[in-house]
């Protein structure tokens, strides 16, 4: 059976890359009906942000990704906090110690950056030099006994070799050993680092599969050392490529955000992320763009990720959202503008108003955080155009002579509506004469508000005749 993991560090807030890491192990994980893990790794104790690990697990949630085992879930390989599993990595770090695959180093601080200095200013790759290899055992024993600080660094192979890694999405990749140093597995505060407390933890919890992103394939031969000196079979390996802004550079926070919850709060539907991001480098057989989960969970394969970056396209995003709100259904809409609506004045106020309101606005909502501002023209009593394009023409001479015309129609009629609008802009057009764009669009921009406003004929018949004339009369006094 495939299990899959997760595995984040609690440093912050899920990142969209973390979510599509994810969600590619969990739609494999269900394709192959096996079992998605989350584990975290927390052994890094100066980073640790309170709260994290629920808001992590939260948003996999909002996103529709269950969890199979992981903290506060359970399961048969738990606990699955890396900061709960400290006597399970001693233990193995003292098998790679008896068995000469690793060594305490004393080497201080001071030292180590002294070194690094030296070895930059003779254009020389920073790595530790191995003082504390040579040392004998029993000495280092002793110091060990007597408490002196130290870490503890594994050993790289001193005859150089090329270590191979079959990755699912990148084929035959290899790094020499020689460009990696003797890596530090335990940290002074005796906490285990990210290297080894992988390597034990997805051996322990039998994945099968490691996924996660490009910036760690330069661990893998690490990683790959350390399978060896326990004497494990290492998993498949799936290394996912990057995340791009347009311009190329790699995802970043000052070019839009990056995190699940902030998509989340602007009023992208779960799905449309989810969606979207499951293009972020792997594509489907043909050319469709829109998927349920359930469709994903079908058509995904690794070898249909890309090795390229992938482009993060925040326009493509919108249109995305755009397709997915007019495919709700009317009433699950509502549900999904209410807690947008629940932040305004307009919070609580005419249930059905807001149905209708909704109803109309459903085609060209690209946000569901867009509601409230477009909910004003419904909801306010004497509501005013903003935009400057509006504003201009409205404010034309041809535009006052339409409106002016058209609250001179309705003046003598009784009700406005759907049926007998086209009716009243001829009359208009008569009058007037004037006609086309310059006709119906001063109509469409004082009765909507918008360049990009609502169906003029849908918004006529909610608001009927009284408003229309309202919104015209303040349009004409501009
Ligand atoms: N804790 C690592 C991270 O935060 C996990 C990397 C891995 O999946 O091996 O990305």
């Known amino acids: 059976m495939v299990r899959l993991r997760f595995a984040p560090s609690p440093t912050g807030f899920l990142h969209v890359g973390g979510l599509r890491t994810a969600l590619f192990c969990w739609l494999y994980a269900r394709q192959q009906s096996g079992k998605f893990i989350f584990r975290l790794e927390d052994t890094d104790q100066k980073r640790l942000v309170e709260g994290a690990e629920k808001d992590l697990i939260h948003m996999l949630e909002w996103a529709g990704i269950e969890l199979d085992e992981g903290p506060g879930i359970g399961g048969d390989f738990g606990p699955y906090r890396?900061?709960?599993?400290?006597?399970?990595?001693?233990?193995?770090?003292?098998?790679?110690?008896?068995?000469?695959?690793?060594?305490?180093?004393?080497?201080?601080?001071?030292?180590?950056?002294?070194?690094?200095?030296?070895?930059?200013?003779?254009?020389?790759?920073?790595r530790y030099d191995g003082l504390c290899r040579k040392l004998r055992k029993e000495e280092s024993a002793q110091r060990v006994t007597s408490g002196e600080t130290h870490v503890v660094r594994m050993k790289i192979p001193e005859i150089p070799e090329t270590l191979l890694l079959n990755d699912l999405i990148r084929g035959n990749v290899s790094i020499e050993s020689s460009q990696t140093e003797d890596q530090v597995i335990v940290k002074s505060d005796g906490f285990p680092t990210y290297h080894l407390a992988v390597v034990v933890d997805d051996h322990l919890m039998q994945i099968t599969h490691v996924v996660r992103g490009e910036e760690w394939l330069p661990s893998f031969p690490k990683h790959l050392l350390l399978y060896r000196y326990f004497g494990w079979d290492p998993p498949a390996f799936a290394h996912l490529p990057l995340i791009l802004n347009p311009d190329r550079t790699k995802l970043s926070k000052r070019q839009g955000d990056v995190a699940v919850e902030d998509f989340r709060d602007q009023g992208f539907l779960a799905e449309t992320l989810v969606n979207f991001i499951s293009l972020l480098g792997w594509s489907p057989a043909d050319d469709r763009e829109l998927f349920t989960l359930a469709e994903l969970v079908e058509e995904f394969s690794f070898e249909r990720v890309n090795k390229s970056g992938a482009v993060f396209d925040r326009e493509k995003l919108n249109w995305m959202n755009q397709q997915y709100i007019q495919n709700l259904d009317q009433q699950d809409l509502v549900r999904r503008v209410t807690p947008f609506v629940a932040k305004t004045a307009y919070a609580g106020q005419d249930a059905e108003l807001l149905e209708k309101a909704v109803k109309i606005l459903q085609p060209r909502l690209v946000t569901l955080a867009e509601t409230p501002k477009r909910l004003a023209l419904f909801f306010d009593e004497d509501p005013h155009a903003t935009d400057p394009e509006v504003l201009s023409l409205l404010k034309e001479e041809s535009s006052k002579q339409v409106l002016a015309e058209f609250i001179k129609q309705l003046e003598t009629m009784e009700s406005l509506n759907e049926e007998n609008l086209a009716s009243v802009v001829k009359n208009v057009q008569t009058a007037t004469n004037i006609k086309g764009k310059n006709l119906w669009m001063p109509l469409r921009y004082a009765i909507t508000l918008e360049a990009q406003g609502p169906d003029l004929k849908l918004i006529v018949d909610l608001f009927g005749r009284e408003k229309c004339m309202r919104l015209a009369q303040s349009a004409y006094e501009l």
């Open 82 to 126: 890396q900061s709960e599993r400290l006597e399970i990595y001693k233990h193995h770090v003292q098998k790679l110690l008896d068995e000469d695959h690793a060594y305490p180093c004393f080497c201080s601080t001071e030292r180590l950056d002294n070194l690094r200095d030296e070895q930059r200013a003779n254009d020389e790759t920073p």
